[in-house]
């Protein structure tokens, strides 16, 4: 059974860097996509971005606004986001998400199978 364990979030001033991990244990793994969400206090899950587990495409969601990069690391089962110049409203829980279907609905939560436990990200102006 695959687990997925996220880190690095924490406080940062506004403007500022973070660069979140997630790392996946388990016997084997092999995704279709790796994806980020987040979730604001007394909001829904949203979609941050996805990229491909073979191969290089990326999604990212429309407020990313090319602050944020997502990579992997297929050889750590490591899942990346680099978050810059970020902002108070990017204050929320992030989670990563595994999914084994070929699907274009990469950007629905429903579409992923595995979900890690999330980290806070809290950004201060």
């Known amino acids: 059974q695959v687990q997925l364990v996220e880190s690095g979030g924490g406080l940062v001033q506004a403007g500022g860097p973070l660069r979140l991990s997630c790392a996946a244990s388990?016997?084997?793994?092999?995704?279709?996509?790796m994806g980020w969400f987040r979730q604001a206090p007394g909001k829904e899950r949203e979609f941050v971005a996805t990229i491909r587990w073979s191969g290089d495409r990326t999604y990212y969601a429309d407020f990313v606004q090319g602050r944020f990069t997502i990579s992997r690391d297929n050889a750590k089962r490591t899942t990346y986001l680099q978050m810059n110049s970020l902002k108070p409203e990017d204050t929320a829980v992030y989670y990563c998400a595994a999914s084994y279907t070929v699907t274009t609905r990469l950007r629905q939560a429903g579409t992923y199978d595995c979900w890690g436990q999330g980290t806070q990200v809290t950004v201060s102006s």
């Open positions: 388990g016997r084997t793994f092999s995704p279709y996509v």
